[in-house]
């Protein structure tokens, strides 16, 4: 597995802490990893930290809007963190920002 994933809960949000590469493979990972989460604890917020993220492609991106597009059916906000100035530009390219429950700090 080429990514880690870590999770930490204080009863409002739900951050996910994500480290390593994102491609297709480690993005089907994720996507069920946070998905069984978000569903157990019901958060207000959902916070995906690519701090430690080292490489991202566009599966990334669909893995993003899958869980704005979850978090919403769910009235949860998702903000996006820790973004690197390259990872930023790729999620800027991508339009993401307009998704409306979600923010990039």
């Known amino acids: 597995m080429q990514y880690k994933l870590n999770f930490s809960f204080d009863g409002e ?4 802490s994500l480290a390593g590469e994102i491609d297709h493979h480690a993005a089907r990972g994720l996507r069920g990893e946070i998905d ?3 569903f157990a604890s019901r958060p207000r917020e959902l916070v995906l930290d690519f701090s430690g993220v ?4 566009s599966s990334g991106i669909a893995l993003i809007i899958g869980r704005a597009d979850v978090s919403r059916e769910m009235g949860c906000r998702v903000k ?9 530009k790729l999620m800027q390219l991508s339009g993401i920002q307009r998704i409306e429950n979600l923010t990039i700090e």
């Not at 080292?54 to 492609?57: E, G, P, S, V």
């Not at 996006?80 to 930023?88: F, W």
Request: net charge positive.
């Open 13 to 16: 949000s739900l951050t996910a």
């Open 36 to 38: 069984t989460r978000l």
């Open 54 to 57: 080292r490489f991202m492609d």
């Open 80 to 88: 996006i963190t820790g973004l690197s100035r390259g990872l930023l």
